[in-house]
């Protein structure tokens, strides 16, 4: 733990960016003077954590990687499984997070964030009839809005739900007659960011995820009393 802290900071002091290589493995042991067992063993802890990948055969070695929020995403899930804590958690906490996020990504967005949510949603219309990639594109859309509310420890949380909140990994199912909706809400969304009206993209958020919780409440209301499971995040 003491030397994967160490290598940590000095890829954050020394601004690596993904995809930088590392120092070669046996320059690794001459600099931080540890066995070899405790040096792959220390970036087999970091791979799993999305620090660093690690390249096999000649060349290879050990890369800066990012991590995203896949990784807090697994731990929290581990949590949640331990627990047994139901996916109707998942929807009451996006029901708080998700419109107070729209609220502040309405005032502090970028337009080149503005239009990376509208071309998400665009790209859900275009894939009425494909669901993984409406869904895809769904997650990018709150993926994005909550990265344009300016807020690192709320974006990774928002992140890190993503992985699960819109249900289909606990066999939540959406028909195009459902998907449609998700589409003109997401337009009244954009709509309200466009304006930076924050009461408006807030309420909108409201309304949205609020739909989303009473059309599983309808359908589905064995699998929100479900536990969730580790593996429906790492898999």
Not at 42 to 69: N, Q, W, Y
Not at 129 to 158: C, D, W, Y
Request: aromatic letters at 6%; glycine letters at 6%; zero cysteines.
């Amino acid at each position: 733990m003491i030397l994967a802290q160490r290598i940590v900071d000095e890829i954050v002091d020394a601004q690596l960016e993904p995809g930088t290589p590392m120092l070669p493995e046996a320059e690794m042991l001459k600099k931080y003077s540890v066995a070899r067992g405790t040096l792959r063993e220390t970036l087999r802890f970091l791979e799993m954590h999305g620090v660093v990948t690690i390249k096999t055969g000649p060349g290879g070695g050990a890369v800066v990687a990012d991590p995203g929020s896949k990784p807090l995403a697994s731990v929290i899930a581990l949590l949640l499984q331990l627990n047994r804590t139901s996916f109707r958690s998942i929807v009451e906490a996006r029901l708080v997070l998700e419109p107070l996020l729209a609220r502040m990504a309405a005032t502090r967005r970028t337009e080149d964030e503005l239009a990376v949510i509208t071309s998400a949603t665009a790209a859900m219309e275009e894939a009425l009839e494909n669901p993984r990639a409406f869904l895809a594109q769904n997650t990018v859309f709150h993926s994005m809005i909550a990265k344009a509310a300016g807020n690192p420890v709320l974006f990774h949380m928002a992140a890190s739900l993503s992985w699960i909140e819109d249900g289909s990994v606990v066999g939540i199912d959406y028909t195009r007659e459902t998907r449609e909706p998700i589409i003109a809400a997401h337009r009244r969304i954009e709509a309200a960011l466009l304006a930076r009206d924050a009461d408006m993209a807030e309420a909108s958020m409201r309304i949205h995820v609020g739909e989303f919780a009473k059309y599983a409440e309808r359908n589905f209301e064995k699998v929100l009393d479900q536990p969730l499971r580790w593996d429906q995040v790492t898999q």
